[in-house]
């Protein structure tokens, strides 16, 4: 099989698509479900068709572009990231894994393969949670993670629903029925950048995945007593930013108290009222995020965080109040998937690392319903959520080059 990525021109896509934004180049910003997604949406569409890809779109928005295989009844394998990005991003989070996906596919094409299952792209709608506030919304209702009734009731910023919001951008049907019915793929892979230090500072161009770390996420309101800050006493104060302000220090301590370097606490936004320099802060608002590749040692530290919100409510003489957002678990990468992913690194020579995702991807949620596997390349510094992302041309079709040789092994090809 003579299989080559063609390097020229996944990046050209990848700088077209990051054009498609609505924020001032370099940085890259797409919402779901606004005008720009819509647009970058269609472009990859018709990317996409040109492959000869058959293309569907669920209720809520996922993309779904297949190479019919010999067995059309046979479990697919499926490929694919996300394209919708926070605001102010970079063009390489989630990109990377659809447009790779998708060369890798045209890839397998060029090089003659009649895959015997059907190979799938997969396009997550709104993998980010800036608009409705969770993550992975598309791979929930796939795996059936999250029920359509919950989902259909988020609401956005402006207070408009799920439901609402994707009618007005034309995406009708049931929200029921974007469940996948079990045994739809045979296996899942994503592409991704790192998203972490790790492959660079090691010198190595590809990282393949073994655990995936899974978030709980907190909304947290502190009422305490307002006043004038030069007229209420020290011993009278009842400040909720002061007790905020112990809840995140405690948070820090608990997760670098865990014992795993895997622990990771935290707290993204904070709202203070009524924000003025000579009033004291009556309501705050924070929300956690506690990380772990272990559920027992991040529900530990869950556990930490709410016994110090009592003690700190007594103490402090203010009301702390928790709501749970969401409690995922973690993943671990399928057997099978990551010896297709480490054959083919070994068949090119690529030396790889084995490794955990400290982020999580919507792999977490396709790991319910199919083995599940990811491939890392490397992204400098680090860096990423931010316009400095940044992945060098050669990790990219690499990268590619790897998921299709994957892809040509779990789809059971046949020539």
């Not at 469940?179 to 045979?186: E, F, M, R, S, V």
């Not at 010896?339 to 083919?344: C, E, F, Y």
């Amino acid at each position: 099989m003579n299989l080559e990525i063609d390097q020229k021109r996944l990046l050209s896509e990848l700088e077209t698509l990051a054009t498609i934004s609505d924020a001032v180049p370099p940085a890259v910003t797409r919402i779901v479900f606004t005008p720009t997604d819509l647009r970058a949406r269609a472009w990859i569409i018709a990317r996409c068709e040109e492959a000869g890809l058959a293309v569907r779109q669920d209720a809520i928005g996922n993309i779904l572009a297949r190479w019919n295989g010999a067995d059309a009844a046979a479990p697919a394998v499926g490929t694919g990231s996300h394209i919708d990005a926070i605001p102010n991003a970079g063009k390489y989070d989630g990109v990377v894994g659809v447009l790779g996906g998708l060369e890798a596919i045209r890839a397998l094409q060029r090089s003659g393969l009649r895959p015997k299952n059907s190979i799938e792209l997969l396009v997550f709608a709104t993998e980010e949670p800036t608009r409705f506030g969770i993550g992975c919304l598309g791979s929930r209702l796939l795996s059936g993670t999250l029920s359509a009734g919950a989902a259909a009731k988020l609401k956005d910023g402006d207070g408009e629903s799920v439901d609402d919001v994707r009618r007005k951008a034309g995406f009708g049907g049931k929200l029921e029925d974007v469940q996948l019915q079990k045994g739809y793929y045979k296996a899942f892979v994503e592409l991704h950048i790192e998203q972490g230090p790790l492959l660079e500072r090691s010198k190595t161009s590809l990282g393949i995945v073994t655990r995936i770390a899974a978030p709980a996420s907190l909304r947290v309101s502190i009422e305490g007593a307002g006043g004038h800050a030069g007229g209420v006493l020290m011993p009278d104060r009842k400040d909720a930013l002061c007790a905020a302000a112990e809840l995140i220090l405690a948070a820090e301590h608990a997760a670098r108290s865990s014992g795993a370097v895997d622990t990771v606490a935290t707290v993204g936004i904070c709202e203070v009222f009524p924000g003025a320099i000579n009033s004291i802060p009556s309501r705050v608002k924070i929300t956690l995020d506690i990380r772990d590749t272990d559920l027992a040692r991040r529900d530990s530290v869950m556990q930490t965080i709410e016994q110090t919100s009592l003690s700190l409510s007594q103490k402090r003489g203010v009301s702390i109040q928790s709501e749970l957002l969401n409690a995922d678990a973690p993943a671990e990468c399928a057997r099978e998937v990551r010896a297709a992913l480490s054959d083919a690194c070994r068949k090119r020579g690529f030396p790889f690392l084995e490794m955990v995702s400290r982020a999580y991807h919507d792999s977490l949620f396709m790991s319910r319903i199919a083995p599940t596997g990811m491939l890392f390349i490397p992204c400098r510094n680090g860096y990423s959520h931010r316009p400095d992302e940044y992945a060098a041309p050669e990790d990219i079709a690499r990268g590619a080059l790897v998921l299709a040789e994957a892809l040509a092994k779990l789809s059971s090809s046949s020539q």
